[in-house]
Every structure is written in structure tokens, then in C-alpha cells.
Nanobody
Framework: QVQLVESGGGLVQAGGSLRLSCAAS????????MAWFRQAPGKEREFVAA?????????YADPVKGRFTISRDNNKNTVVYLQMNSLKPEDTAVFYC???????????????WGQGTQVTVSS
């Protein structure tokens, strides 16, 4: 059974940090681009960050550049991380992990999705 399972969400004050994790299993994900998207209430799902299959290339949405860092570990099963620093109330959203092989910022290019983890940043 293919699964992407996110963890690490929660409630944090503005300026704080959280580290999200996504554990991928059920097939080999070591050659997939892995990404994080988020969806705030009443808004469309938006791209946050992506990392290439070997971890050498990373991509970020403008609102999170310099604050968020994406990384991955392919040693056994693929695990993807999102380190989020200097969090702002506008970062409040459900964060989703995704795996795919197309254009990194397009949600439609990703074939596998996790169930999401809530991140709430209080002011």
C-alpha cells in the first residue's frame, strides 16, 4: 500500500519553528521529486517547496524563501522534511506532502499525496 504520512504539525507562536516530516512507503520514491504544498481555509492549494530526487536541487515559493528548508533522506524509505522558521500567522494551513515527476510547482503533476498535517501560527 502506497502511503505518504505527514507529521510534525501543531500550534506555534509567530516567530517560532516547526519541522514537518513525511514518510513515504509502499514503493520506491527515491527517484521522485518530493514536495510540500499547503492549503489555507478558503484558498486553493499552493506550492511551498520541492526537492529533486537526489536532494541536490531545491525550489521554494517566494513567501517562504529564506525561512523554510526542504530536505530528504533516501537511505531506506524516503523521508522528506520541511524545516519552518520565523513562522507567521499567514503560514497557517494544512500542509501536504506529495510525490511526482513533473513540473515541481504544479499540484496536478504529483501522483501521490499525504493526508495533511495542520500548522497553526498564532499572533
Amino acid at each position: 500500500q502506497v502511503q505518504l504520512v505527514e507529521s510534525g504539525g501543531g500550534l506555534v507562536q509567530a516567530g517560532g519553528s516547526l519541522r514537518l516530516s513525511c514518510a513515504a512507503s509502499g514503493r520506491t520514491f527515491s527517484t521522485d521529486t518530493m514536495a510540500w504544498f499547503r492549503q489555507a481555509p478558503g484558498k486553493e492549494r499552493e506550492f511551498v517547496a520541492a526537492v529533486s530526487w537526489n536532494g541536490r536541487r531545491t525550489y521554494y515559493a517566494d513567501p517562504v524563501k529564506g525561512r523554510f528548508t526542504i530536505s530528504r533522506d533516501n537511505n531506506k524509505n524516503t523521508v522528506v522534511y520541511l524545516q519552518m522558521n520565523s513562522l507567521k500567522p499567514e503560514d497557517t494551513a494544512v500542509f501536504y506532502c506529495a510525490a511526482g515527476s513533473g513540473t515541481y510547482y504544479r499540484a496536478t503533476e504529483y501522483n501521490y499525496w499525504g493526508q495533511g498535517t495542520q500548522v497553526t501560527v498564532s499572533s
